[in-house]
């Protein structure tokens, strides 16, 4: 017999008995059930259960968190329910049934991106170390650790060697992620990643430097006047000298009907993505068209054929098109004199209900092709800012509910995570149970992102969205930091006074231990 036995039994009532459970697994620190009726479920009961922390809905899924000893917890469950064990990935089928089109199709998305998370915020640490190290700082007469310490050449050679190889490299990661979510070989995923940055291809970064050079926009050359002629043809633009060192014809297939231009994806999200999407369906067509006895060899070698031609002439063309725009949206959005504000408090105040409903996933792709394409993105920033709250808010609830042992604990871990970024222990934990905390954070974020527009913070990309560490992703030149700085002690320090003061109103304190 199980320590959690009876509590298990409880437990199985209150979620409405064995006949409405499609599916439950467990995580790290919570149970995750696909519920045939949510409605069924007694929520405020299961919340009074001793090992329950507090409990929340997300992407079609009913979680209840009980921390560390979930497993042992899920043991006891699985006995006196007499349910049959299930994966994670069975019970994310059995819920997604139940979702919106909409919903589904961010699931899918998520499911891309969130197995990728450590490796880009490894890298963006990486890249903002870097940056650190290479900013000219004042206590140092205006040189940077770069320049007075050769230990600091030494760091910044990692830090440049991890993260350029982590997004420059971001195509392999995604084309495999994205393969091994449909349901394709990811080998062939993997190769098809490494086809993307090969090169035999022009760099994405040259690429990105020539459409960017005001030298030749104003003299009318384009790209592929670039490369069909050659770099050094306008080598007078630049007083003579040859900056992007292109050979005449080196990245251009002819294909007698027409010339493709080899340019390289690398920090390239979509043309990955669709490309990874592409190869599934098509190795699936393949498959089933060919004998066995010739699979093994025939159906990798005209798989990788068909997607990478379809890549190179319209897949990869196409989605590199749709990302510019996508970028485009953006800085309009928060560039445009007046207009910026009205998007930094919308975006601000919107986000942490985004992470409610799983939809926040988006934006790490929007955030890799403003980096790709900009050198920076002003998305993570405000991303940050709003964990921020999120973490002063649940803070203020430790100390109003230091007569509550158990909500005193759950606050108090929920600070700790949401200081690393980790916000959903503190939104289902706290800020979301009593929903004036939620209110005080959402506020205290949205004037954060306006502070941190205003001072046109970028990040290099994405890294630790908590107070913690955040700084390291944000840029070192300029105003950045300092924006930043101002912008997270708004974030953090407004949301836990805002919490006290709602906390004392009684239209926002409904339902909360406080009078």
Not at 183 to 193: D, P, Q, S, T
Not at 333 to 353: C, D, E, R, W
Request: with cysteine.
């Amino acid at each position: 017999m199980g320590k959690y036995q009876d509590e298990a039994k409880k437990l199985l009532e209150l979620v409405g008995g064995k006949d409405n459970i499609a599916s439950v697994t467990h995580c790290a620190t919570r149970m995750r059930f696909a519920l045939v009726d949510e409605t069924k479920a007694s929520v405020k009961e299961i919340q009074g259960l001793p090992t329950v922390k507090g409990t929340f809905t997300n992407a079609g899924q009913f979680q209840v968190i009980m921390g560390n000893d979930v497993g042992d917890f899920y043991k006891d469950f699985i006995g006196v329910s007499g349910i049959e064990s299930a994966s994670k990935e069975d019970v994310k089928k059995a819920a997604m049934q139940k979702q919106p089109l909409l919903q589904r199709m961010v699931a899918h998305l998520a499911e891309i991106f969130v197995p990728l998370i450590p490796a880009l915020v490894a890298g963006g640490l990486m890249l903002g170390i870097g940056n650190f190290l290479q900013a000219n700082l004042p206590f140092l007469g205006g040189k940077s650790f770069k320049d007075v310490s050769e230990l600091a050449r030494v760091i910044l050679f990692f830090t440049d060697w991890i993260g350029g190889a982590v997004f420059g490299m971001l195509p392999v990661l995604v084309c495999w992620s994205t393969v091994r979510k449909f349901k394709g070989n990811e080998a062939l995923g993997i190769v098809l990643g490494l086809m993307l940055v090969a090169g035999t291809m022009l760099n994405a970064y040259v690429y990105g430097d020539i459409s960017s050079s005001k030298e030749l926009a104003g003299a009318g050359v384009h790209l592929k006047d670039i490369l069909i002629n050659g770099s050094a043809k306008y080598a007078h633009l630049f007083g003579g000298k040859d900056p992007f060192n292109i050979e005449a014809g080196k990245h251009v297939l002819n294909l007698g009907f027409t010339q493709l231009m080899l340019v390289g994806y690398q920090a390239q999200v979509l043309p990955a993505m669709f490309a990874g999407i592409a190869l599934c369906y098509i190795e699936s067509f393949f498959n089933k068209r060919t004998p066995e006895v010739l699979k093994l060899v025939w159906v990798p070698f005209i798989t990788l054929i068909v997607t990478g031609f379809l890549t190179i002439l319209f897949i990869g063309p196409f989605a590199r098109t749709l990302g510019e725009w996508l970028v485009a949206i953006f800085a309009f959005l928060f560039k445009t004199p007046g207009l910026k504000y009205v998007g930094a408090l919308l975006f601000g105040s919107t986000y942490a209900p985004l992470v409610i409903t799983g939809l926040h996933h988006t934006f790490i792709a929007v955030d890799l092709q403003l980096a790709a394409a900009s050198g920076g993105t002003f998305i993570w920033p405000l991303i940050a800012l709003s964990n921020m709250a999120q973490s002063g808010a649940v803070f203020a609830t430790y100390f109003i509910y230091k007569q509550d042992k158990k909500q005193e604990s759950v606050s108090l871990s929920s600070t700790v995570s949401a200081c690393f970024g980790i916000t959903e222990p503190a939104l289902f934990g706290a800020n979301l149970k009593y929903m004036y905390p939620f209110y005080a954070a959402i506020t205290a974020s949205a004037l954060a992102a306006v502070i941190s527009t205003g001072f046109n913070v970028l990040a290099n990309g994405i890294g630790v969205g908590g107070i913690a560490l955040a700084f390291l992703s944000i840029k070192f030149e300029g105003a950045h930091q300092l924006g930043f700085w101002l912008a997270s002690i708004v974030a953090f320090g407004l949301a836990f006074v805002l919490t006290f003061v709602f906390s004392k109103n009684p239209k926002l304190n409904k339902g909360s231990l406080t009078k």
